[in-house]
């Protein structure tokens, strides 16, 4: 029951997403202990913070969210570790470069059989960790890498047959960067309840999003602040983080965004 977050944006923002609260309320007092990460993307680049302890008592987690870096994309995870261990090579966002570009990617759910396919057999000695979602992502760069998908309509056409394929397997909810398009695929997620972890269930991802009419307004939620909205763009969650605005994906959605316009979308 890992939660993501995401955003896309048209000009550079300055989210405080603030792991400390939001782990604190889906990490302490729930389940999410294993481990945090955060990418802010800038142009083929990106800061990535990682830590394999909970982000509630991290002193690190509480440094990135008082130095933010303005991004355009951004990309956050926090982890229940259910495949792997609770460490630093099982911290997403995984990341490679490829191209001069940072990939990155994470995930939330599970993807029972992954390794026991033949596609993926040659890529599991190229782990850094031993998860399923790292597996996951190799096998997506892998896919990218022999279509020598340079365009963006080709590489969305790869994420949404690979994402598909995933989703057959177990709960795939996905972020994907590419060093230039974030890249979402929603699937369903484990909920708690007063009685334990409920099965996978829709929605596993939420988005919202605001427009030109939002500019000079601030955003303000649990976890998570935009102090000044200066162009359109979108965010995405695992849970609606405030009571406004946010509208659930259906299984099977398919985004690729570039600066906070969504350039495909589609039901896979």
Not at 117 to 138: P, W, Y
Request: glycine residues 8%; contains cysteine.
């Amino acid at each position: 029951m890992c939660e993501l977050f995401a955003m896309s944006a048209s000009a550079p923002q300055t989210v405080r997403y603030e792991l400390d609260l939001f782990a604190n309320e889906g990490g302490e007092r729930h389940r999410n202990r294993d481990g945090w990460g955060i990418l802010f993307a800038q142009d083929r680049d990106a800061y990535l913070f990682r830590e394999p302890d909970p982000a509630a008592t991290s002193e690190l987690s509480r440094m990135v969210v008082r130095d933010a870096r303005p991004c355009k994309h951004l990309m956050a995870h926090v982890r229940r570790a259910t495949a792997g261990k609770p460490e630093l090579a099982n911290t997403h966002p995984f990341d490679r470069v490829i191209g001069g570009r940072r990939h990155a990617f994470a995930h939330n759910g599970e993807l029972p059989g992954l390794e026991d396919r033949s596609d993926t057999q040659n890529l599991i000695g190229k782990r850094i960790g031993d998860t399923d979602s790292e597996l996951a992502f190799l096998l997506l760069l892998d896919r990218l890498g022999k279509a020598e998908a340079t365009e963006a309509a080709a590489r969305f056409e790869i994420f949404a047959g690979f994402a598909a394929e995933m989703r057959e397997l177990g709960s795939a909810n996905f972020l994907f960067f590419d060093g230039e398009h974030l890249f979402i695929h929603a699937d369903r997620r484990r909920f708690e309840t007063e009685d334990g972890l409920t099965e996978p269930r829709e929605p596993g991802l939420n988005i919202r999003s605001f427009n030109a009419e939002d500019c000079g307004d601030g955003w303000t939620a649990h976890g998570a602040s935009i102090a000044e909205i200066s162009g359109p763009l979108h965010l995405f969650a695992s849970v609606p983080l405030d009571s406004k605005g946010w509208q659930p994906l259906p299984r099977g959605t398919v985004m690729a965004l570039k600066d906070g316009t969504i350039v495909s979308h589609r039901m896979s």
